[in-house]
């Protein structure tokens, strides 16, 4: 028997990765919302990884009560990450996974390409994730992982974002028929990750990438219950950063209206 394996969040995402965890052969100890993380920490002192699986909202309030035994343990798997996140808590450097497959309620899960994974326990969830069937692959360096999270950050606002502003749809309609649009939004939230990351990303290549993410799974639908929100947080982090985001803030207008 393997080392056991901590996952704060049970929800879609977090039932994967436990699931993952168990075929490779970890006992996986769950964290629900009414437990105290404390008494957790003190009754699995040493897991393998503590994996963090909550929604993006939750993240910031988790990590400030992470437990000083788990916290060079950990592994966050949230969208919308970047590492001003991370070392907002003063973690100087996770396991951070970029999750490329979705899992509805009662439905098997859907992948769209291969999940990166980087730091100390990558190859734990790699692995775990491979046990599933699921495609995963670990990465050489935090360059690379900040680069696909700023991929996927793009990937998924655009198509949020996006799909408010058309009505909805999939991703190839939404590029096919609707390209200026998507591409204002893209530009958008490019101009916001350069910023929240502070240096210039290269616009092509970065939009070459999400363009691959859409032929990975064509019919997936732009925007869930999450997407307003997702459009909310950019436009207050946009003006904490003073981002002009003409795009955002005229389909935040019409989406408030």
Sequence with gaps: MKDPVAIIGIGEIGGVIARG???AGHP???VTRDMDMATAAQQIPEPTVVVLAV???DLHPTLEQIPTRWRDRLALIQNELLPRDWQAHDLDHPTVASIWFEKKPGQDVKVVMPSPAQGPHAGTLVRALEALEIPARELRSETELLDEL????LYILTTNIGGLAV???????LWRDHRETAEAVFDDV???QEALVDQSLDRDALLERMLAAFDGDPAHKCMGRSAPQRLQRALEMAREQGVEVATLAAIGERAGG
């Design 190 to 192: 490019l101009a916001l």
């Design 28 to 30: 996986v100890y769950p």
């Design 167 to 173: 009505g909805g749809g999939d991703v190839e309609t």
């Design 55 to 57: 929604a993006e909202k």
């Design 150 to 153: 700023v991929v996927k950050n």
């Design 21 to 23: 965890m168990l075929r």
